[in-house]
């Protein structure tokens, strides 16, 4: 009877990327925080607005002027936080207006 390698008996003790929570957690903030974000996609064009929504597949780019997008996450580059907030919390942060 063989034994497999020791190499394959031992496990990562690192979650893979995907299964850390820290986009979950990151993205959580953004939308709380209504902090406006530029969306940079594969193809090259740049999205900006707030994450209303997200999910493990998507995210809702919510836009003043202009329609609102749900963005398939597979198709996002990155995303880069803006220096103002916008929405509601633009106000109460003495921003706009």
């Known amino acids: ?13 690192t979650p893979p ?4 929570g820290q ?12 902090v406006s974000v530029s969306v940079q996609l594969r193809d090259g064009e740049a999205i ?4 209303e929504y997200f999910d493990d597949g998507m995210i809702r780019i919510t836009r003043d002027g202009h329609p609102n997008l749900f963005i398939y996450k597979h ?3 990155s995303i880069t936080e803006q220096t103002r ?12 207006s």
């Open 85 to 96: 907030r916008i929405g509601r919390n633009s106000e109460r942060d003495g921003i706009g």
């Open 17 to 20: 990327p995907g299964d850390t």
């Open 48 to 51: 900006t607005g707030w994450i």
């Open 75 to 77: 198709q996002i580059r």
């Open 23 to 34: 986009e979950a957690l990151y993205l959580r903030s953004l939308s709380d925080r209504h």
């Open 1 to 13: 009877m063989m034994t497999p390698p020791v190499s394959h008996l031992r496990r990562s003790r």
